[in-house]
């Protein structure tokens, strides 16, 4: 059964950084896209950020390029999403997808002072 | 940016009957290589979305046949039949054609 469970979520003041993860389980993580997508409270999905298998491409929303880095460790089948200069637009529940197909339980992220 | 519209925003159904969402895409997400890159994904009452079609019209693994999509390049629907009380939440589009991915508003379904 395909896990994603992520982590890393809480208050940040704005222009802060924080660092999610997103610990994967049950598929060969090295194999497979994975994603993150935000959920503003009571607003929509939006896709913030893609990267490739083997880490070698990643792709950004326009609003989080130059802030948010999307990275993995195969090794440790993990996805991280570093967040820095939050801003209060950035207060959402982060989620950890696979390829947009299977999805984590999600975590919150709340920028305020 | 691709714009996903769907329509209707919230639908009530009487359970047993059934329930059409639709959604409209401001660019054929009809790829070259034959597949249409639209998906439909259910977010139930406090929990995390779940996808129930991918490519249009390709059931989810789990989902019940209840559940279907069809389409054109730019028109979609979902069809739900014999809606059940556990079919209750906000229902999205979404086009995983081109960066940025991007979804539709969402439809909101509740049982009358």
């Known amino acids: 059964e395909v896990q994603l469970v992520e982590s890393g979520g809480g208050l940040v003041q704005p222009g802060r950084s924080m660092k999610l993860s997103c610990a994967a389980s049950?598929?060969?993580?090295?194999?497979?896209?994975m994603a993150w997508v935000r959920q503003a409270p009571t607003k929509g999905l939006e896709w913030v950020a893609t990267?490739?298998?083997?880490?070698?491409?990643?792709y950004y929303r326009d609003s989080v390029k130059g802030r948010f880095t999307i990275s993995r460790d195969n090794a440790k089948s993990t996805l991280y999403l570093q967040m820095n200069s939050l801003r209060s637009e950035d207060t959402a529940t982060y989620y950890c997808?696979?390829?947009?197909?299977?999805w984590g339980q999600g975590a919150s992220v709340t920028v305020s002072s | 940016d691709i714009v996903m519209t769907q329509a209707p925003l919230s639908v009530s159904v009487t359970p047993g009957e059934s329930a059409s969402i639709s959604c409209r895409s401001s660019?054929?997400?009809?790829?070259?290589?034959?597949?249409?890159?639209v998906y439909w994904y259910l977010q139930k009452p406090g929990k995390s979305p779940q996808l129930l079609i991918y490519?249009?019209?390709n059931l989810a693994s789990g989902v019940p046949d209840r559940f279907s999509g069809s389409g054109s390049e730019t028109d979609f629907t979902l069809k739900i039949s014999r809606v059940e009380a556990e079919d209750v939440g906000i229902y999205y589009c979404?086009?995983?054609?081109?960066?940025?991915?991007?979804f539709g508003a969402g439809t909101k379904l509740e049982l009358k």
């Open positions: 997808t696979r390829g947009l197909l299977q």
């Open positions: 049950g598929f060969t993580f090295s194999n497979y896209g």
């Open positions: 990267i490739s298998y083997d880490g070698s491409s990643t």
């Open positions: 660019k054929s997400l009809l790829h070259s290589n034959g597949i249409t890159y």
């Open positions: 490519r249009m019209s």
């Open positions: 979404g086009q995983l054609l081109e960066n940025p991915y991007t």
